[in-house]
């Protein structure tokens, strides 16, 4: 029993703790671009409908977190007056400014992010994070900081996996919005709102 005992603290420390993001890079936008814009995700990701919902104003300014490719950030570009398309991936931020560039959508910014800091340039009137709240580490440091980069008013829309869907990552980094809006509220976000006809994520805003 004694042996037992003394041997409880090196088997809690050969367990390691359950990780709280899911890490993984995302540094070929060409390779991911054929996954995040395939025309066949549209019919789940149903963006326009998100942008409607989003009640995005022309005057206004969005942040797009863990832009990837673009898809959020070319669709928003002409409803507001600036995007800045930010991620952690050189690779992503440059496929997205030629994605732009491309289009003739002048009003997008690349931002190089890092995985702890969003390194927006100025408050904005809304961040999005469209499936990339799973990927962020030590969350409760990084959402207390990014209230600092929204303006008065200003709100958050995290878009996430939902659990038990048939698509998405590993079941242990798909959070219910139940449990994205209690670490939120630990750091001072309240929920204002939340949508639910996207079949596989779940859609929810917050404001400080
Ligand atoms: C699954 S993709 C989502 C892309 C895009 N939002 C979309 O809906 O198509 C996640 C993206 O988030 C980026 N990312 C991961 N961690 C990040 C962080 N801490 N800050 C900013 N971007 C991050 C990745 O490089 C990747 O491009």
Redesign the pocket.
Same mark, same amino acid.
């Given at each position: 029993m004694k042996a037992f005992l003394f041997l409880l603290p090196l088997l809690a420390l050969a367990q390691p703790p359950a990780a709280d993001h899911m890490h993984r890079?995302?540094d070929d936008a060409e390779l991911?671009a054929k996954n995040? $814009?395939d025309p066949a995700r549209d019919k789940w990701?149903l963006p326009s409908q998100v942008i409607t919902a989003l009640q995005l104003k022309p005057t206004q300014t969005v942040a797009?977190?863990?832009?990837?490719?673009g898809?959020?950030t070319v669709r928003l570009s002409p409803a507001v007056a600036r995007v800045f398309a930010?991620?952690?991936?050189e690779s992503?931020v440059n496929y997205t400014r030629h994605r732009a560039m491309k289009a003739g959508l002048k009003n997008v910014t690349g931002v190089v992010?890092?995985? $702890?800091s969003?390194n927006i340039p100025e408050p904005v009137d809304l961040i999005l994070?469209?499936?990339?709240f799973h990927?962020?580490?030590a969350r409760e440091a990084?959402f207390r900081a990014l209230a600092g980069s929204l303006k008065k008013d200003g709100r958050l829309a995290i878009i996430d996996w939902l659990p038990g869907g048939p698509m998405g990552p590993p079941e242990a980094f798909r959070f219910s919005p139940e449990k994205i809006a209690a670490e939120l509220a630990k750091v001072g976000w309240k929920k204002v709102g939340q949508h639910t006809f996207l079949p596989n994520q779940s859609f929810t805003l917050y404001q400080r």
């Open positions: 890079r995302f991911w995040f $814009d990701q797009d977190i863990g832009a990837g490719t898809y959020f930010v991620d952690i991936e992503m992010a890092k995985p $702890d969003a994070i469209v499936d990339t990927h962020i580490p990084y």
